[in-house]
Every structure is written in structure tokens, then in C-alpha cells.
């Protein structure tokens, strides 16, 4: 069973940055995209970026498109999510997922990881 494990979270200032990662486990699949997503309270989970196995392609949502950089280590089986100037309007469970496409279509996306906590606060 793949499993995806995120860490990194916590409670930041406006402004501030945090580097969230996230370790796949168990049997290795080739060439899986990645992607990170988030959920705010009351609100749907959202597409934040992803990008694809050689890291080739990246994609972002506007809303973090020049404050927010998505890399990996295939080596090391880990994510990652540099996240800076971070907003209170951050402030969300950030989850990672991983799949065959990279896209920021949820349903793409066959394993999820359990997510940590992102708290800016103003």
C-alpha cells in the first residue's frame, strides 16, 4: 500500500515562510506526478500545485503563483512545498497526492496523505 506522509505544518506570522514536505512509502510506482492541495475551513479542497515526475512540468494556482515553489526528490521519495510571504487566507490543511498525471485535477490523483495544518496568522 503507497502511503504518502506530510510534515511541516504549523503556525507562521504573515510574511513568513515554511517548507512542507511529504515521504511516499511502500511499493514504488514509476513516474508518479505529485501535487499539493489544500482545504480552509468550510471551504473545498483546492488545487495548489503539482508537478511531474523529472519535475519538467510545474503548474500553480494563481493564487500562489510567484510565492509558493513545488520541487522533489525522486531519491529520497519526498516533496516538497516552499512556501513564502505566506497570508492568513493560507491557512488551510495542505495535503499531498500522487498519481500517473500531473495535473490539478483532484480525481487524477490515487493516493493521498492525511495533511498538516498551515495557520498564518495576521
Known amino acids: 500500500q503507497v502511503q504518502l506522509v506530510e510534515s511541516g505544518g504549523g503556525l507562521v506570522q504573515a510574511g513568513g515562510s515554511l517548507r512542507l514536505s511529504c515521504v511516499r512509502s511502500?511499493?514504488?510506482?514509476?513516474?508518479?506526478?505529485m501535487g499539493w492541495f489544500r482545504q480552509a475551513p468550510g471551504k473545498e479542497r483546492e488545487f495548489v500545485a503539482a508537478?511531474?515526475?523529472?519535475?519538467?512540468?510545474?503548474y500553480y494556482a494563481d493564487s500562489v503563483k510567484g510565492r509558493f515553489t513545488i520541487s522533489r526528490d525522486n531519491a529520497k521519495s519526498t516533496g516538497y512545498l516552499q512556501m513564502n510571504s505566506l497570508k492568513p487566507e493560507d491557512t488551510a490543511v495542505y495535503y499531498c497526492?500522487?498519481?500517473?498525471?500531473?495535473?490539478?485535477?483532484?480525481?487524477?490523483?490515487?493516493?493521498w496523505g492525511q495533511g498538516t495544518q498551515v495557520t498564518v496568522s495576521s
Open positions: 497526492a500522487a498519481g500517473s498525471r500531473t495535473t490539478q485535477v483532484m480525481t487524477a490523483y490515487d493516493y
Open positions: 508537478i511531474s515526475w523529472l519535475a519538467r512540468a510545474t
Open positions: 511502500g511499493p514504488s510506482f514509476s513516474s508518479y506526478a
